[in-house]
């Protein structure tokens, strides 16, 4: 039985455990597991907020009291004889406060190294050698945290490694097109599960929660969606040495799904994930309901069996820790509508329990081996290959420039220099090396050059720093051209102010960024319930576990508690609640203002003349102040780029809260969006695919690549001849717009083909317009309408190997409508000009063999069909005969005495029997005839004539009876 559950509880006399809790702290030490903090649902039992959990005894210990305040969302990381606690939230705070706690005096002490931190909570940590790193987290204003953090815990040093310096190494622009590879930028996570990746000495991370609104760059893998937030399913790897990023080998992120909030611990060389929060098949579940293997040396996924039959585990839970105690993986805590204090163990089991052989080979659940000692007659856990640890890098940029090879894993017989992951050794019996050259050697020398940064994944001014700066016209952070625009003092800036900085709720409401006012779980002194102020798209980051009661935005018609009422605009929303009425203005145009009251008056009658105050009927003229009635009920004339009954919203083109002398702004769109925006928020709707923005003015870097602020200026899908399909997506846009770049690393001509697989009716097609600048234009600058495209360009005319090529091609759907959907496929392929002649000949031969064969089975069966109409011919001959009556002859009397002489008789034959030549035949008749003998026969009628002696007629009658 591997999976078991452990509960103190009931063992030992009440108070003797710590309490339910999640995103605490913990670490183990020896064969004690220490935990801190944590979130603990209001009431019940007392929640230590320090205790340890000595796992020889299975006794839960409480520790002391005193020390930092409780925290949630933090890290606990154990060196030596000591615990390092960083970040976490404190009352709905981030911090950034640094703690030391010896655990042989009991004491907590502060730190404060000289460099500066950044607030953090939901990170995780790994300890390599004497130096913690604190990856991913969110920081105070809720972004996420791209840099690495690390303390030096011998050199009581702070540092923090910023992605630009990660991205200078190993960086070339082939290596950037074809995906997130070496020195790409890491996006940060909330909650991500991290471990010492023991085939490697990397740092792998695994999942995590991303809360920036996707305008910036991204791998292909995330979900995209502007006011979503995205959970992250893939592994990578953060390489300490060369300060870089890389996918982990191979990982299998189809079987693992995309989790936070979720628990991992490294056995041997697999990684054990329980628990967290994940999507699937579109729709959140709440809790990941299986426990997953991931092989940290082959990168295969696998799912185990679910453990539902253990008491009280229900649907698993979240915000737990791991550990790995004795070839076991111990998850502590956690939450699943309640919060937890038990244990969940997952125990692998030990090769040295096997006693035979067979067992000791055969197959586990886990990707762990065992290895039988014949001399000992015993088994043993196989060791893991260190291949992965050998540093190819540093003889890589120690080379010439010409032999540059890692000759540390080319010389052991058992690793192998990975061509397909340049610069790394592996094991040798898991690498494939068909195809491998035995002269390959290192990758170019290191650029030196910082990549390019992708500035619209800064939300806010304070961090658009360095090649960046923040444009108080766009309100967005934009690349600094050659350093030409000077920086900006955000502290003058109101409108990219981050949501926490607000403390009220009305003014968090009404902020433009797009914030919203959380009612928490905690109350004030006088009964009332705190708030705070956050971005929509961090609330599952900041409050995983329900603390907000009751949330408030601007466009979701909710209020703030304090002005309720004074926050509906006009009469019919104000008199829907119930402790509201209006208060008109005597304009006659239906203005006013709400207020809180009763039927008989306002609360505060100061505010509103009696004779002004309607609580259960409006004034009859309510055109927002826009109109006036002449009837005294109906409006007249909308101004003010109003429509509607009551003038109450705005005309197409323009955009605001047009209800109560609201004002309609113009949409503010760029040439790439429709006529019309929203007409509430005046965001504009993007008519090309892969355009995004408020205004339609910048492309989504994931795939897409160009500038839609010039003039003509377009978003592209990035094409590559690397692959055949490379797009087959759901076009929802009026247009979309392709670009394939040719250079040098392109061998043979390139095909592109374009297709219209799908499509919401069979006439659907698209117009076509394609270049090559600035030479050629594919179509004769003609559009040309169909439902498929294809187009070949030839190396020897465009010559890319001297200058890059660029194909554009433009589509537009001229029947487009809103919410019509379309599949397109684009294939490109390579068309070489050269002949393999091995191939060719296999291929001819086989098409002449093929054509002989089937003219074999055409002449047989057209001898055989031949055969078979002759035999049905004959039949049918004969069936006709057979069916004919047999024909009559006359015969001629001769003889001279007879008394028949020169008379004519009709005679049928009794038989006719056909000769062999089916030519002629044998009649037979039979004949009385009176006379004397000489009378002679003769046949006259037929196609023959005969005269035979009566004697012989005689003779031949005698013989035919």
């Not at 108080?472 to 350093?483: A, S």
């Not at 109101?494 to 960024?513: A, I, L, Q, V, Y």
């Not at 109560?660 to 709707?685: D, I, P, V, W």
């Amino acid at each position: 039985k591997q999976w078991y559950q452990r509960r103190v509880r009931g063992y030992f006399s009440p108070g003797s455990v710590p309490g339910g809790r999640a995103s605490f702290g913990g670490a183990l030490v020896g064969d004690t597991y220490w935990v801190f903090g944590g979130y603990h649902q209001t009431g019940g039992e007392d929640k230590w907020k320090m205790a340890r959990y000595d796992l020889t005894s299975e006794t839960w210990h409480r520790a002391t009291d005193s020390g930092p305040s409780d925290r949630e969302g933090h890290t606990l990381t154990a060196y030596q004889d000591s615990l390092i606690m960083f970040g976490g939230q404190v009352n709905y705070q981030v911090t950034d406060e640094l703690w030391k706690y010896n655990i042989s005096t009991a004491q907590w002490h502060q730190l404060n190294p000289q460099h500066a931190r950044t607030s953090s909570m939901g990170h995780c940590s790994v300890l390599v050698n004497s130096t913690i790193y604190y990856i991913g987290g969110i920081d105070s204003a809720g972004i996420p945290i791209i840099d690495i953090q690390t303390y030096d815990i011998e050199k009581h040093k702070w540092d923090v490694i910023g992605h630009r310096e990660m991205t200078r190494h190993f960086y070339d622009q082939s290596t950037w097109k074809r995906g997130w590879q070496d020195g790409r930028i890491y996006h940060g996570r909330y909650a991500p599960s991290c471990v010492l990746n023991p085939i490697t000495d990397r740092i792998t991370v695994f999942g995590g929660l991303n809360t920036t609104r996707i305008v910036g760059e991204k791998p292909d893998y995330w979900l995209q969606s502007e006011e979503e937030t995205i959970r992250e399913s893939t592994f990578v790897e953060y390489d300490i040495y060369l300060k870089h990023w890389g996918n982990l080998y191979r990982a299998d992120i189809n079987t693992i799904p995309m989790v936070y909030l979720a628990a991992a611990s490294v056995v041997g060389k697999s990684l054990v994930i329980f628990g967290g929060r994940h999507l699937s098949v579109g729709t959140e579940q709440c809790f990941n309901s299986a426990p997953y293997l991931l092989n940290l040396e082959t990168g295969e996924g696998r799912q185990l069996a679910s453990f539902d039959a253990l008491e009280g585990v229900g649907p698993l839970r979240l915000g737990h820790t791991a550990f790995t105690y004795k070839n076991s993986v111990y998850f502590f805590g956690g939450y699943n509508g309640k919060m937890h204090d038990d244990f969940i163990i997952y125990h692998l089991g030990l090769c040295e329990d096997l006693e035979d052989e067979t067992t000791c080979l055969g197959q586990r659940e886990d990707f762990n081996e065992c290895m039988w000692d014949d001399t000992e007659n015993s088994c043993h856990a196989a060791p893991i290959s260190d291949c992965g640890k050998v540093k190819c890098y540093e003889e890589c940029l120690s080379g010439d420039g010409f032999d540059r090879r890692c000759h540390a894993c080319q010389t052991r017989p058992d690793c192998t220099f990975d061509q397909h992951y340049p610069d790394t050794c592996r094991a040798h019996h898991i690498v494939d090396t068909t195809g491998f050259d035995d002269l390959y050697r290192c990758r170019n020398v290191p650029n030196s050059n910082p990549s390019r940064i992708q500035c619209s994944e800064y939300k806010l001014c304070e961090h658009c720093k360095g090649e960046c700066v923040w444009s108080i016209l766009e309100g967005r952070c934009k690349v600094n051209i050659e350093r030409a625009n000077k920086e900006v003092d955000c502290s003058t800036l109101t409108r990219n102010k981050p949501c926490t900085s607000f403390t009220t709720c009305s003014k968090c409401r009404d902020h433009e960024r797009g914030c919203m006012w959380c009612q928490l779980d905690k109350l004030h002194s006088d009964g009332g319930r705190e708030g705070q102020c956050l971005d929509v798209t961090t609330y599952n980051a900041r409050f995983p576990y329900g603390q907000c009661v009751k949330w408030i935005q601007k466009y979701n018609h909710s209020f703030c508690p304090a002005e309720s009422c004074a926050a509906y605009r006009n009469c019919s929303l104000c008199q829907s609640q119930p402790e509201c009425g209006w208060c008109d203005d005597g304009s006659g145009t239906g203005t006013g203002t709400c207020h809180s009251g009763t039927f008989y008056s306002p609360l505060q009658t100061d505010v509103c003349p009696l004779n002004s105050w309607f609580y259960e009927t409006c004034p009859p003229c309510q055109c927002n102040g826009h109109s006036s009635c002449s009837d005294g009920t109906h409006c007249d004339s909308c101004t003010g780029h109003t429509e509607g009954a009551h003038c109450d919203r705005c005309i197409a083109g323009y955009h605001g809260d047009a209800t109560n002398k609201g004002e309609c702004r113009t949409c503010q769109c760029s040439h790439l969006s429709e006529a019309n925006c929203n007409r509430l928020t005046g965001k504009c709707f993007c008519n090309t695919m892969g355009v995004t923005g408020y205004g339609c003015d910048s492309c989504e870097h994931n795939d897409y690549e160009g500038d839609p602020e010039v003039e003509g200026g377009t978003c592209y899908y990035q094409l590559t001849a690397m692959m055949n399909v490379i797009f087959q997506k759901p076009v929802l846009t009026r247009k979309i717009n392709f670009l394939l770049n040719l250079d040098n690393t392109v061998p043979d001509d390139v095909t592109v083909q374009i297709r219209l697989v799908s499509a919401q009716n069979n006439t659907d097609w698209f117009a076509l317009n394609a270049t090559v600048p600035p030479k050629d234009t594919l179509t004769q600058s003609k559009k040309m309408t169909q439902n498929a495209w294809s187009v070949t360009l030839k190396k020897s005319r465009y010559n890319w190997d001297s200058h890059p090529v660029e194909l554009r091609v433009y589509i537009e759907f001229p029947h487009h409508k809103p919410g019509r959907s379309r599949t397109l496929q684009v294939e490109v392929h390579h068309s070489s000009n050269q002949i393999d002649l091995k191939q060719f000949f296999i291929i001819f031969s086989s098409c002449i063999m093929f054509l002989v064969f089937v003219f074999l089975i055409a002449w047989s069966g057209k001898v055989r069909y031949s055969q078979y109409r002759n035999q049905r011919n004959l039949e049918i001959q004969l069936q006709e005969r057979a069916l004919r009556p047999f024909k009559s002859h006359r015969i001629l009397f001769k003889g001279l005495n007879s008394l028949a002489f020169g008379q004519l008789f009709e005679v049928r034959p009794l038989s006719i029997e056909p000769l062999s030549d089916e030519k002629q035949s044998i009649a037979s008749y039979l004949i009385s005839l009176p006379g004397p003998k000489d009378i002679n026969l003769a046949i006259v009628s037929g196609s023959f004539v005969s005269s035979t002696p009566y004697n012989k007629v005689i003779s031949q009658a005698s013989q035919q009876v």
